[in-house]
């Protein structure tokens, strides 16, 4: 296949004509500039919606670029996680070492903005000059009286998956330090949904109106206090289960408490994951409302969802998003309008995830593993594929390409989860789609 390196040609298949033969989780290939990101990327992605903490990165001011105000993380109360802190360190600092300046920024900002705990993100620099982040985040917890969790962010240890699992060991440390003596029994954690356009509270309502409390939310429009006692409730629901499913694990050793995986994303996947929840509580009165809870939202949104199928169908997409879960949503989720999916991938897929797409595409998709920019040029063109679903890193590419886009990453604006946000999202493919623009631009 044209543009793929040799080393990378097991990482692509094409249904009907490649023997299923995925490799996948292994590092990037040198020279096929990954849309992967970084580990410090993947270890903000997961702590920085915690709205009542201070995020610190300790380590060249190039690194909190990462950080301002990209993501559409709402929240309900105080903004510090909109704030991007660094250390900022000089070359002074790495030849003679940072933990004073870490210690100063640490102490000016607590003393500031009373934040209710703290992270420090220790990026690439640090790792090679070896400054010990534990000591000083330890030292400043006993002086302060909040807890200092050091997060090992430091890009040459792997990829953005990994820094999932390092945001995971640092919210685990928070929980099981509070009581939890008022939670029902009837009660859950959201894990991996980040509130993007507000989405973690669409969520919530949904539980509320079922009759199940909510203790947290993890990460989204999170608090401290709420994750500390993250331990006392009955069930843990994980949505995006490439960053959350660490937690979950160490959740249920620890502590014991069981946990599903679920999407929100789409009439179906919603209405499942909804169910799931009931089942297992095991409730006839929570299974009666959301029943009613589905019929009456199903109600209001199908129809005008149906409303752009006549436009959209037989349009092809080309998906490609971080962890393969919400690929499969994603397909369903089109199918509901005609659309269909020539070329799927994800940046964090295992065997398994990619075996389950086999199944759900049609006969000539090609499914990708940790693909590159010139791979998902060359088969969205082969494939004439109207419009791209992605991030932000696929945007420009997309544009340039002369095909419309759709972001369903952490940095749009329009909430896309639950069954309004099927409508939005149909809306926002039916615009972008149908637009006169592309009239105008000459594919390449």
Known sequence: MAGILIQREKQVFRKGADKFDMSCEKNSTAGSVSQRACVFC??????????DALHLIHGPIGCASYTWDIRGALSS????????????LQEKDVVFGGEKRLYQSLIELIDKYKPKSAFVYATCIVGIIGDD????CKRVSNEKGIPVFPVHSEGFKGTKKDGYKTACEALFKLVGTAETKDIGKFSINILGDF??????WMIRDYYNRMGVEVVSTITGDGRTDDIRRAHGASLNVVQCSGSMMYLAKMMKEEYGIPFMRVSYFGIEDTSDALLKVAEFF???GITVKTKELIKEETDIYLPEIYKYRDNLKGKKTTVYVGGAFKAFSLIKALDVVGMSVAVVGSQTGNQDDYA?????????????DDSNPVELANFSLE?????FIGGVKERPMAYKLGIG?????????????GFKGMLNFVKEVHSSVMSPVWRFTNRK
């Open 77 to 88: 109360g105080r903004q510090l996680h909109r704030m991007s802190f660094s250390t900022d």
């Open 42 to 51: 993947g270890s903000r992605v997961v702590l920085y919606p915690i709205v």
């Open 405 to 417: 886009f759709c972001d369903h990453n952490h940095h749009r604006k329009e909430a896309l989860t």
């Open 383 to 387: 494939k004439k594929v109207d419009i």
């Open 282 to 284: 095991k409730d006839a």
């Open 356 to 368: 389950r797409l086999k199944k759900m595409c049609d006969e000539g998709t090609i499914i990708l």
């Open 133 to 136: 982040v534990d000591a000083v």
């Open 195 to 200: 509130n993007i356009a507000g989405e973690t």
